[in-house]
């Protein structure tokens, strides 16, 4: 493997200790996506991105216990319940932890699935990389109002850039890698909800609460 001196990809030496990964990771893919992408390591394992996934996770986490302690209304413009008592929603940290690493995974088997029938090159610890590492546009759903928006579209953006560099894709390609896996998930939703298996009030509620 070539050293970053070389123009390659960094040897584990000159990988930096892992809160210092975190942070510069951040940094780099938040300003320079390509760069970051075309530096990142595909065979180093998953404690780093996972660490990163997990940083992340936090941060929003303790946004939204704020607000929920607090009574503030969400970025999405829902209003905060009152007399909530933020241990309550500290309660539920291990089961929503459990669900965002089993997220990662799951949307990165399906993430790698696309890539692969696009002709992609990389192995599946590329694909978990570069999703995990993305994760870091959910930290745009901080933003009032349209922080959804922004944080669905820019962890698209950053997914594209990861098909073209990592999986060595096309513009073209890159750009359908992501949206292939989006667009099964809506037509079985679809599906759901068209033979009445899953009732719409029933959505429409849960995505109230």
Known sequence: MRSVAEGGR??????????EDVLSSGRDIIFRPQVFFQGMPLTEGYL????????VFLIVLA?????VATGLPFPNGQEGKDNVPPWDALLKVPVLYAFWILGLFLG???????????????AFQGTFRLFAYSTVANLLSLV??????????????????GGRYVHGL???RSIAAPLLPALLVWAVLFTLIYTGVLPLEKLKEGLRH
């Open 10 to 19: 960094p040897t584990p030496e000159e990988r930096p200790r892992l809160w």
């Open 170 to 172: 096309s513009g073209p």
């Open 48 to 55: 780093r991105p996972v660490l990163f996934a997990s940083t």
């Open 144 to 161: 009032p109002l349209f922080g959804q928006y922004l944080s669905t579209v820019y962890a698209l953006i950053l997914i594209m850039f």
């Open 108 to 122: 990165s088997v399906l993430l790698h699935l696309s890539f692969k029938l696009l002709k992609g090159k990389a």
């Open 63 to 67: 946004y939204n216990v704020v607000l």
